[in-house]
């Protein structure tokens, strides 16, 4: 089982122990470590990219309990450094942490986020009524608003995770959702969070939404 560093820990960079690394195809090698520093694919977010020792890790899942990172070269057993990239991780963060605030502020309208996508250029909250009466007397500059709000305030992000190894995520006091994912440190770096549409189908309504990441390192103004 691969320990999942990012669970824990923001930390972009880790040493690692690589125990396999076996060709897939042509210029493509699936390596398992020991612990993992990357996210996987998984819960509406993309992978992490970025690299170990002098290979290139392209995409990052998970199978059974390891998480399995392809690369195009392949990598000595033994010690490496494992780095992922920080633009990219910003950019996913601040997608999947906007849905948590989308999801957050309906609430308050009567709305429950049921599905969630969290890619650049298709990020969308899929939401249901919490009561029998679904009040659609919503806008798009209203929900932009009441994000606008949350944002302002800059509510620091909250992680909990239980004996169980459940693990909780929040932003402020709103109700934690059970998460998985990587989010940004509060929701002051949602400024860019763009409400683009709404629509309304089938009794459930969809928010489509994109984000400009706020820069938080030297690496992602280079
Ligand atoms: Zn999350």
């Not at 620091?156 to 004996?163: A, D, G, R, S, Y």
């Amino acid at each position: 089982m691969t320990k999942k560093l990012y669970l824990y820990s923001p930390e972009l960079g880790a040493d690692v122990e690589v125990l396999s690394c076996r060709e897939i195809d042509s210029g493509r090698y699936a390596v398992r470590l020991d612990v993992t520093p990357f996210y996987p694919q998984g819960g509406g977010q993309p992978s992490d990219v970025g690299s170990i020792g002098d290979a290139q890790v392209l995409h990052v899942v998970t199978e059974n309990d390891d998480v399995i990172h392809y690369v195009n070269q392949l990598i000595p057993l033994g010690k490496a450094i494992a780095q992922v990239s920080a633009n990219v991780r910003n950019l996913h963060s601040t997608l999947h942490s906007a849905g948590h605030l989308l999801a957050h502020v309906l609430v308050s309208q009567g709305w429950l986020a049921i599905k969630a996508h969290h890619w650049p250029g298709e990020a969308r909250v899929v939401f249901k009524a919490s009561t029998d009466i679904p009040a659609i007397d919503l806008e798009v500059a209203a929900v932009q608003q009441l994000c606008d709000a949350a944002i302002a305030q800059d509510l620091p992000c909250k992680i909990t995770i239980n004996e169980n190894q459940y693990r909780q995520v929040t932003f402020g006091e709103y109700t934690p959702y059970g998460c998985g994912g990587t989010h940004v440190n509060s929701t002051g770096e949602l400024a860019g969070l763009r409400v683009v549409s709404m629509k309304f189908k089938k009794g459930q309504l969809t928010f489509n939404y994109d984000v400009e990441p706020v820069i938080t390192s030297v690496e992602q103004q280079q």
